[in-house]
Antibody, heavy 122, light 107 residues
Framework: EVQLVESGGGLVQPGGSLRLSCVAS????????MAWVRQAPGKGLEWVAN????????YHVDSVKGRFTISRDNAKNSLYLQMNSLRAEDTAVYFC???????????????WGQGTLVTVSS | DIQMTQSPSSLSASVGDRVTITCRAS??????LNWYQQKPGKAPNLLIY???NLQSGVPSRFSGSGSGTDFTLTISSLLPEDFATYYC?????????FGQGTKLEIK
């Protein structure tokens, strides 16, 4: 059974840092791109970042570029999101998700974790 | 960035109704369009990938169509468990933007 379990959320002051983790199980982690998606309270979904199977390619949405960094440790079946210079508008539930590639071409997020809440407030 | 616009933003319907949700991309995304369902307090669930492919385990009353910039999600006959929020997402190029969501409510 595929499982994605996030951790690391919490309350942090503006300007602070947090590192989110996502531990994967039930599938071959090294065969999949992985992604982070967030959802502010009462709002829609926002794609944040994704990373290639071997970590050699990564992409971030403009609103977090230079502040957030996605990474992975394939030996630990783990995905990370390092978040620095946090702002109130980063307050959200952060989901990690597996990126399936249909015919190695068409990405979609087929498994999701339960999410971890990040609250940025003084 | 590619902007994704869903319509309507909310929709009231009854059990048994046929419902269509539309998603428009700000530029052509070929068939790189996915649909998700989300219920309150839960993670999203993939319904349709690459425009028209039903994800494993998803009931056949869900279907998707379109290409280029215009796409639709159709639910052929609503069941009570279908009342939720639906999101489209383009996966043509990063950032893989989502639509703003369509909240499907019981009439």
């Amino acid at each position: 059974e595929v499982q994605l379990v996030e951790s690391g959320g919490g309350l942090v002051q503006p300007g602070g840092s947090l590192r989110l983790s996502c531990v994967a199980s039930g599938f071959t982690f090294t065969s999949y791109w992985m992604a982070w998606v967030r959802q502010a309270p009462g709002k829609g979904l926002e794609w944040v970042a994704n990373i290639k199977e071997d970590g050699s390619e990564k992409y971030h949405v403009d609103s977090v570029k230079g502040r957030f960094t996605i990474s992975r440790d394939n030996a630990k079946n783990s995905l990370y999101l390092q978040m620095n210079s946090l702002r109130a508008e980063d307050t959200a539930v952060y989901f990690c998700a597996r990126d399936q590639l249909w015919y190695q071409l068409f990405p979609s997020l087929d498994y999701w974790g339960q999410g971890t809440l990040v609250t940025v407030s003084s | 960035d590619i902007q994704m616009t869903q319509s309507p933003s909310s929709l009231s319907a009854s059990v048994g109704d046929r419902v269509t949700i539309t998603c428009r991309a700000s530029q052509s995304i070929s068939s790189y369009l996915n649909w998700y369902q989300q219920k309150p307090g839960k993670a999203p669930n993939l319904l349709i990938y690459a425009t028209s492919n039903l994800q494993s385990g998803v009931p056949s009353r869900f279907s998707g169509s379109g290409s280029g910039t215009d796409f639709t999600l159709t639910i052929s006959s609503l069941l009570p468990e279908d009342f939720a929020t639906y999101y489209c997402q383009q996966s043509y190029t990063p950032p893989q933007t989502f639509g703003q969501g369509t909240k499907l409510e019981i009439k």
